[in-house]
């Protein structure tokens, strides 16, 4: 499942699901545009999980849940909790981190 957050409720979303695989990006963020069909890609091979991109200018409190400070940051949760994240525009990158999760 991919979806763009369209509130600030990323923590809601991590609660009620068991994974969790999240892109943090910005509208003037040319590697987060880069980023975004690829992201979409594994969203598509991994539909039993939720794949969320999140604004982190419009949303600061679902950014803190991953502790962002670069763009484009990917996260990864797992059973509500913060597991794992890449500060990445590589795909191979994203697809270690996705696979961390899909696997653990």
């Known amino acids: 499942m991919f979806k763009e957050l ?5 923590q809601e979303i ?3 699901n068991d994974k969790v695989v999240v ?8 590697n987060c545009r880069l980023m975004k069909p690829k992201f979409k890609k594994l969203a598509n ?3 039993d999980i939720p794949f969320i991109i999140v604004d982190a200018e419009k949303y600061p409190e ?9 763009l484009p940051t990917f996260a990864t949760f797992n059973n509500g909790e913060f597991l794992n994240q890449v500060q990445t525009n590589k795909f191979e990158s994203l697809k270690e981190l996705v696979d961390e999760v899909t696997n653990n």
């Open 62 to 70: 679902s950014r803190k849940l991953a502790n962002v400070d670069n």
């Open 6 to 10: 369209e509130q600030d409720n990323l």
């Open 45 to 47: 091979e991994n539909e």
């Open 14 to 16: 991590v609660e009620n």
């Open 23 to 30: 892109q943090y990006a910005a509208s003037w963020c040319g």
